[in-house]
Each structure stands twice: as C-alpha cells, then as structure tokens.
C-alpha cells in the first residue's frame, strides 16, 4: 500500500526555503555564464540507448519508443551535450562553450539536479574551474579544491603491474610497500608538497606532475588539496581532474575528457549538495 504523502525514493521535493534557494542558484549561474560567454542547452530527457557512453549500465533507466528502439532517460548531461552540439548542431552553430540546468536520472528512480558546463575543442580548465567557484561563491560557498590527474595513476599502475580493480582493492598500507615512489605520491597533500617533491619525482611522472601542479597554481585558489592517485569519479575524465567539496559533499566536479573524438573540458555543480549544504549552515547558525 503507497500512501498519500509518499514519493518515491531517491526523487526530489523542494519547497519553502528550499526551494528559493535552488531558484536563486540556478539565476545566479545563468548571470555568471552569460557574463564568460556560455550559451544555454537544453537536452531531452530521453536519448537512444546506444548513444550513452556504456549503455549495458545498469543505473540506466531503460524504455521502448513507439519503434521498439531502446532508450534510456537522460543518464548524463555531458554525453548528451556534445554529441548534440558536434553532431546535430554542428552546421546551426559555431558556438563552443555552454551550459545546461537540468536533471538527470538513475535507476531506480533517482533525480539529480545538475548544473554543468562544456568548452568544446578547448583544454583551458582554469578558466572552467574559476568559472564554477564563481558560482559557489555567489552562494557564500568556502569548500577545498582538490586535484588529482587521471593519467598519473595509469602510469603508476603501468609501472607497478596493477589494474584498476586491484588498487582500488588495496589499503594505503598495501599501495604504499609496492614502490617507494608510490609511498611518497600518496603523502602528498599541497600544493607546496607536490611542488617540493618534483625535483626527484621518477621522470616517467614529472611531466605530468608538472601539469598537475601548473593547473593547480593557475587557479589561485586558497584551500588546495593535491591527490595525485585520486581515482576519477566519472569514467570519461582521462585527465586533470577537479573536485569541489565541503566535509563528506561533492558539490563540483569537473576535468578534462575526450567524448566523440573531442577534446574538451567541464564541470558539473550537484545542485541537491548545495542545497542541503546552505540548509544545513543556516540550521547551524539558528542554534547559536
């Protein structure tokens, strides 16, 4: 029995407060992106199946069109985005950086409330990032930035003779006792440590490290966290990758990425985490 008053799980209801300030959010982003530049794209909910990166995910949720084709409700923004512009697009626009607001959706019935952002056929991710701090902070956000590089870990897993299974598998402990080098990336936390440690970095990472700590630095942002063997989030980040957060939240996440041969760069703002963390810091600051 399903009463009045339920929703089901993983759906999102926003009122009131709440509510408001999702709606100011997503004003203040729309202001911002159009001040950089960006134009606004809207994606349908639904794509073809065999559009998705890797359709036989099972957090896709799937459906039958009138054809019989397979398709799936909107999984991931990004995807969506550029092969929209490149391949639909391509002949209506020249344009190269947008945005979106809208959700996207996972089985079984999870929404997500995204605001995202590509720079097509471009790799200048500081801008992308200053851009999405920017918008953080027009809510009062001070999170810590944190950075890892994607291509770092896959040459320290080359180099050490472990898949991505298996070290995702092992403990700090066990990581650290395969290389000594591996021991000194892991004790890495800033951007002062992994600028220190560059001199004797083994020289099949240097140059690597040294645009890990060259996107760093360009940012000038205060509170930096350096993870050089951070495993991305997201499948298709190959590169420099970014993420925003503030205790155990992600509220951005973004990097470099390469979809339908297109090399580009992004970011996406977890809406609901943003919400629920200014929620939570007005609730704090009612109690004092």
Same mark, same amino acid.
């Given at each position: 029995?399903?009463?009045?008053? =339920?929703?089901?799980?993983?759906?999102?209801?926003?009122?009131?407060?709440?509510?408001?300030?999702?709606?100011?959010?997503?004003?203040?982003?729309?202001?911002?992106?159009?001040?950089?530049?960006?134009?606004? @794209?809207?994606?349908?909910?639904?794509?073809?199946?065999?559009?998705?990166?890797?359709?036989?995910?099972?957090?896709?949720?799937?459906?039958?069109?009138?054809?019989?084709?397979?398709?799936?409700?909107?999984?991931?923004?990004?995807?969506?985005?550029?092969?929209?512009?490149?391949?639909?697009?391509?002949?209506?626009?020249?344009?190269?950086?947008?945005?979106?607001?809208?959700?996207?959706?996972?089985?079984?019935?999870?929404?997500?409330?995204?605001?995202? +952002?590509?720079?097509?056929?471009?790799?200048?991710?500081?801008?992308? $990032?200053?851009?999405?701090?920017? $918008?953080?902070?027009?809510?009062?956000?001070? +999170?810590?930035?944190?950075?890892?590089?994607?291509?770092?870990? +896959?040459? #320290?897993?080359?180099? $050490?003779?472990?898949?991505?299974?298996?070290?995702?598998?092992?403990?700090?402990?066990?990581? !650290?006792?395969?290389?000594?080098? #591996?021991?000194?990336?892991?004790?890495?936390?800033?951007?002062?440590?992994?600028?220190?440690?560059?001199?004797?970095?083994?020289?099949?990472?240097?140059?690597?490290?040294?645009?890990?700590?060259?996107? !760093?630095? !360009?940012? =000038?942002?205060?509170?930096?966290?350096?993870?050089?063997?951070?495993?991305?989030?997201?499948?298709?980040?190959?590169? #420099?990758?970014?993420? @925003?957060?503030?205790?155990?939240?992600?509220?951005?996440?973004?990097?470099?990425?390469?979809?339908?041969? %297109?090399?580009? %760069?992004?970011?996406?703002?977890?809406?609901?985490? #943003?919400?629920?963390?200014?929620? !939570?810091?007005?609730?704090?600051?009612?109690?004092?």
């Amino acid at each position: 029995m399903v009463f009045e008053h =339920e929703i089901p799980e993983g759906t999102k209801l926003y009122f009131g407060r709440s509510a408001r300030i999702k709606r100011e959010l997503e004003n203040a982003a729309c202001e911002i992106f159009y001040s950089h530049g960006f134009e606004e @794209v809207i994606t349908p909910y639904f794509s073809y199946l065999e559009h998705q990166q890797n359709f036989s995910n099972r957090h896709l949720i799937r459906l039958s069109s009138q054809n019989n084709h397979q398709i799936s409700l909107r999984y991931d923004s990004t995807i969506d985005t550029i092969r929209t512009i490149t391949k639909r697009l391509e002949r209506a626009t020249s344009h190269k950086k947008w945005f979106y607001i809208q959700p996207v959706f996972s089985y079984p019935t999870n929404e997500i409330y995204q605001i995202g +952002a590509e720079s097509i056929y471009d790799d200048n991710l500081h801008t992308m $990032i200053s851009v999405g701090l920017e $918008i953080l902070s027009s809510c009062d956000i001070k +999170a810590t930035l944190q950075f890892s590089n994607v291509k770092i870990l +896959a040459l #320290v897993l080359a180099e $050490i003779g472990i898949d991505k299974d298996t070290y995702k598998a092992l403990s700090m402990r066990e990581l !650290a006792q395969k290389a000594r080098f #591996v021991e000194e990336l892991l004790r890495l936390n800033t951007l002062q440590d992994l600028d220190s440690f560059l001199p004797n970095a083994p020289m099949f990472l240097r140059f690597e490290l040294e645009r890990l700590s060259h996107k !760093a630095h !360009a940012c =000038e942002y205060e509170q930096v966290l350096i993870s050089p063997l951070e495993p991305p989030l997201v499948d298709y980040y190959d590169d #420099v990758v970014f993420r @925003v957060f503030s205790e155990n939240d992600t509220l951005m996440l973004g990097g470099k990425y390469n979809i339908q041969e %297109c090399l580009c %760069c992004g970011f996406g703002i977890y809406t609901d985490s #943003v919400i629920s963390h200014i929620l !939570a810091r007005e609730s704090s600051k009612s109690y004092k």
